[in-house]
C-alpha cells in the first residue's frame, strides 16, 4: 500500500490480501490517522469499516478482525481507547446480525491470542474484556484450582472407617 488512500476506511477490505505483518502495520497507520480526526469524521470512518469489514466472507473478517485487535494491542493506549470506543459505536449502530457477528468474531479470536494480550487488551478495551469473560487458559487455571481444591478437601475429609488418622 505506497500509495495514501483517499480515507483511512477506503479500501479496507483490500487490506485481507497483505501478508499479517504487512496488514497489522498498515491498519495501525490508518488507526493513528482516525484517531487524529475530529469526532464526527473519526466515527464515519469507523463506521465505514466496520461495515465493509462485517460484510466480507468469513475468511476475511477473521483475518481483518484479527489484524486490528493485533494493530490495536500496538496503537498507543489513549488512541486504542479512543478507536476501541468509536468501533464499537459504529457496531452497536449496525443491524443486530452484524452486530452478533462481530461478537462471535472477536470472542473466537481473543481466546486464540496469548493471555498476556488479552489482559492487555481488556486494559485498553473494556468491551473486549466483556465479550471474553474467561479465555481458555483463564478456564484451565480455575479448572485445575477447582479439581486442587476438591482433592484436598476429600484427603482432609477423614471417613468413619479411617480411625487411625486424625481430624
Request: charged share 25%; no cysteine.
Amino acid at each position: 500500500m505506497s500509495t495514501a488512500p483517499s480515507s483511512p476506511s477506503h479500501g479496507w477490505t483490500d487490506l485481507a490480501q497483505l501478508p499479517d505483518s504487512e496488514r497489522i502495520a498498515e491498519m495501525r497507520r490508518r488507526f493513528e490517522a482516525i484517531a487524529s480526526l475530529p469526532p464526527e469524521t473519526r466515527a464515519e470512518e469507523l463506521r465505514q469499516i466496520a461495515s465493509q469489514e462485517l460484510g466480507s466472507s468469513d475468511e476475511t473478517l477473521r483475518a481483518l478482525a484479527a489484524a486490528r485487535l493485533r494493530s490495536w494491542l500496538e496503537l498507543p493506549p489513549d488512541a486504542a481507547r479512543t478507536i476501541g470506543a468509536g468501533y464499537d459505536e459504529a457496531v452497536r449502530g449496525l443491524s443486530g446480525d452484524l452486530a452478533l457477528r462481530s461478537t462471535m468474531f472477536a470472542q473466537s479470536i481473543v481466546r486464540e491470542f496469548p493471555l498476556a494480550e488479552q489482559r492487555q487488551l481488556a486494559e485498553v478495551l473494556p468491551s473486549v474484556a466483556t465479550q471474553v469473560a474467561t479465555s481458555s487458559s483463564d478456564s484451565g487455571q480455575r479448572l485445575a484450582q477447582e479439581a486442587d481444591d476438591a482433592r484436598a478437601a476429600m484427603l482432609a475429609r477423614r471417613r468413619w472407617w479411617q480411625f487411625w488418622r486424625r481430624s
